[in-house]
C-alpha cells in the first residue's frame, strides 16, 4: 500500500473514530473541531521542522518522522546527495583540467568579451610576464606589440601571429586565438624559437649555396660556350655531349636563379608601387610569343617559331599595388607552364578582369590538367608530378612555389582549377584594396 493511501486511511478511521464517540456523547462539533486542530498543528510542526532542516543547508541526516513526511525526507535528501556527489565530480574534473593546462608546455590564457585575462596558466605567466594580479586586466595593456594588438582586433583568427616574449625577446612565440563559447576566447602561445632557428638556418644554407653555386656555373659555362666555339663537328659525340652539358648547365642556372628568387621572396622587405598590370601582361606575353629558345622557358621554344597560341583580354585596366619584378616572375612561371603543359596547337588564354571582390588574372590552357590529388601538392618547392620526371619534361619545380610566394607577399590567393585531361585554369585572387589607379 502506498504512503498516501496509508495516509488517507488513517485520517478517515480518525475521523470516524471522532464520529461514533461524537455521536454517542453528543460532542459532534467540539471533537471534530478538536481533531481537525490536532491534524493542522501536526503539519504545522513538520512544516517548521522541515523548513529548519533544509534552512541548514539540508545536509544532516534528516529527522525521524513518518508517513508522507519521511517520504519528503527522503526524497529531497536523495536528491541533495546526487547533487552533492555531481558537485565533487565536477570539481574533481576542474582540478584535473586545471592540473594538465598548468602542466601544458604551451602558454593558455582564457579572455573574457573585452580582452580581460580571465585565467592563465603557469606557461602564460612565464612567457608573458604575467602575475596573478593580472587577472581582469585588458590583455592589450600587458602585451603591446602592435601585430599583436591589431591580430586580436581583426577576429581573424585562422593564422597565428609570430611575436617575441615580452620578458625574454630570444623567445619567439606563435600566438593563435580560438573563440569559444559566448564571447570567451582561448589564447594559445607555443614556443617555436627552436623552429624558427631551424627555418633561418634553411634560409642562410639555400641562399649561401645558391650564390656560390653561381661563379662555378658561370665559369663553367664560359669553358663550355668556348669548346663549343672549337667544336669542328668532326666527333658527333663530342657535339652532343656539348649540347648535353650546355642544357643541364642552363638548368642549373634556372635552378640557381629561382632558389635565389625564392631566397629574396622569403627575406627581403616589401617594397611597394602602383604597377600596370596590363601593360605587365602584355609584354610578357609579347616575350613569351617571340622569345625563341631563350629566356624563363627555354624548352618551349627550342625548337622551331611559336605560334601565335595566347589570347590576352583584359577587361579591366587595374592597376596593382605591389612589386613589379616578383609578379613579372609569377606570371611569366604561369603562362610558362601553361604553354609547357598543353599541346602546341591549342590556346592559352590570359584573361585580366574583375569579379565582385577581387581582381583577378586567370591563365587558362587545354593541357593535360592535374591529377585532383597532386593539386595540393603542386605549389610545393620541388614538386614536379611523377609523369613529369620520367619524361624528364624540362623545369626546376620551383616555379609555383614562387607564384605562391609572390602572391602571399601581395596579399593574393592562387586557384587552381584542373582537370586531367582538359585542362587546367591558375587563377590569380588579388584584394580589392590593392587598385591603385
Ligand atoms: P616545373 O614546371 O618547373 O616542374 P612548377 O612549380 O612550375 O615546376 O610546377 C610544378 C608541377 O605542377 C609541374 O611539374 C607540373 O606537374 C604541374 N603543373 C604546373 N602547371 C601546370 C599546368 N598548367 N598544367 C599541368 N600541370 C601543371
Known sequence: MGVWQKELITGLLLFLTVLIVGAMTGLLMPLTLLLTLGILMRQLLQINRFEKWIRAGGR???????????????????????????????????????????????AAVVLGPNDEIEWANKAAREVFGLQPSDKGQRIPNLIRFPEFIRYLKSGNYSEAVILPSPV???????????????GLRLLLAQDVTELKKMERMRKDFVANVSHELRTPLTVLKGYLETLQDMDDGESPLLTTSFQQMQGQTERMQHLVDDLLLLTRLETQQKKTECVNVPALLSQICKEAETM????????????????????????????????????????????????????????????????????????????????????????????????????????????????KHVLMRHEAKLNIASEL???????????????CN
Open 60 to 106: 544532516a541526516k534528516y529527522p525521524k518522522t513518518s508517513g508522507i513526511w519521511e517520504e519528503i525526507y527522503y526524497h529531497v535528501y536523495r536528491i541533495k546527495k546526487n547533487e552533492k556527489k555531481r558537485k565533487k565530480k565536477l570539481s574533481r574534473m576542474v582540478d584535473q583540467f586545471r592540473q594538465s593546462t598548468e602542466a601544458l608546455p604551451d
Open 421 to 435: 585531361g582538359k585542362g587546367s585554369c591558375f587563377s590569380c585572387h588579388f584584394p580589392l584594396k590593392r587598385v
Open 292 to 403: 625563341k629558345g631563350k629566356a624563363s622557358a627555354p624548352h618551349l621554344y627550342a625548337v622551331g617559331g611559336v605560334p601565335a597560341r595566347i589570347e590576352l583580354s583584359m577587361e579591366t585596366d587595374a592597376h596593382i599595388v605591389g612589386e613589379e619584378q616578383e609578379l613579372r616572375s609569377a606570371f611569366t612561371n604561369l603562362l610558362g607552364n601553361a604553354l609547357k603543359y598543353s599541346p602546341e596547337d591549342s590556346v592559352v588564354k590570359v584573361h585580366w578582369y574583375r569579379s565582385t571582390d577581387s581582381i583577378v588574372l586567370d591563365v587558362e590552357d587545354q593541357g593535360e590538367g592535374i591529377a585532383a590529388a597532386d593539386i595540393p601538392r603542386v605549389t610545393e618547392r620541388f614538386y614536379r608530378s611523377e609523369v613529369k620526371r620520367i619524361k624528364k619534361v624540362g623545369g626546376t619545380g620551383l616555379g609555383l612555389a614562387i607564384v
Open 168 to 182: 625574454n625577446n630570444r623567445i619567439t612565440l606563435a600566438v593563435r586565438i580560438i573563440a569559444y563559447g559566448a
